[in-house]
């Protein structure tokens, strides 16, 4: 099992550049969620799907950021126009179905620096 | 909405000694998840606990939920410089949603 996949695991981009995150979540697990964790704010949820639905999009910052999650086994986090503020590591996690599996397991994150 | 509290936010322990870090949240919580974070990691789940008052043990690590289920601990029984890294606990009231809590940042002085 690879586990969660994302990439980059690194970005550097200038702001106002546009920025996507991508991930692939662990074949069978139907809910996805992408969080965002700074030193100050610690572990944010952004946004999470169920089933490649979005149910809780409350999380999103602003208009700059947009996800989409097209079919099971992939999810794109975008941000357009990014921003020094957005510099953060990005992290992906999915869960399966049942309840004896709804441990939510993390990708390696994607570490984005806006210069 | 949810909100899920870690006290302390960072310790610093000698080699040997015990580590408590104590969660609680604004709301009950249907279940209660712990991760560990090492430096330059991702969180990786250690537990979860779901029943009023449960306690868990794995190794030297005792978790235990609150019996009114708002409130969580996780202690490390003399602890080792393989457990430095930053604990996190999760809540969960309905739905899939967890609320992550702030963190306790664990370090240890060999």
């Known amino acids: 099992d690879a586990g969660v996949i994302q990439s980059p695991r690194h970005e550097v981009t200038e702001m106002g550049q546009e920025v996507t995150l991508r991930c692939k979540p662990i074949?069978?697990?139907?809910?996805l969620f992408w969080y965002r964790q700074t030193m100050m704010r610690g572990l944010e949820l952004l946004i999470y799907?169920?089933?490649?639905?979005?149910?809780?999009d409350s999380g999103m910052p602003e208009d700059r950021f947009s996800a989409k999650m097209p079919n099971a086994s992939f999810s794109t986090l975008k941000i357009q126009p990014s921003e020094p503020r957005d510099s953060a590591v990005y992290f992906c996690?999915?869960?399966?179905?049942?309840?004896?599996?709804?441990?939510?397991?993390f990708g390696p994150g994607t570490r984005l620096t806006v210069l | 909405g949810q909100q899920v509290m870690q006290i302390p936010q960072y310790q610093h322990v000698q080699e040997g000694e015990d580590f408590t870090t104590y969660c609680n949240s604004s709301?009950?919580?249907?279940?209660i998840q712990w991760y560990k974070q090492r430096p330059g990691g991702h969180p990786v789940f250690l537990i979860q606990?779901?029943?009023?008052?449960e306690v868990k043990k794995q190794k030297r690590l005792t978790f235990q939920f609150g019996e009114e289920k708002k409130n969580s601990s996780l202690h490390i029984t003399a602890t080792q410089t393989t457990d430095v890294g930053t604990y996190f606990c999760?809540?969960?009231?309905?739905?899939?949603?967890?609320?992550f809590g702030t963190g306790t940042r664990l370090a240890v002085r060999p």
């Open positions: 074949s069978g697990h139907n809910s």
């Open positions: 709301t009950t919580l249907s279940n």
């Open positions: 999760a809540g969960r009231g309905s739905g899939d949603k967890l609320t």
């Open positions: 996690a999915s869960i399966g179905t049942s309840p004896s599996t709804d441990t939510q397991y």
């Open positions: 606990l779901v029943k009023s008052g």
């Open positions: 799907f169920n089933n490649n639905v979005p149910i809780d």
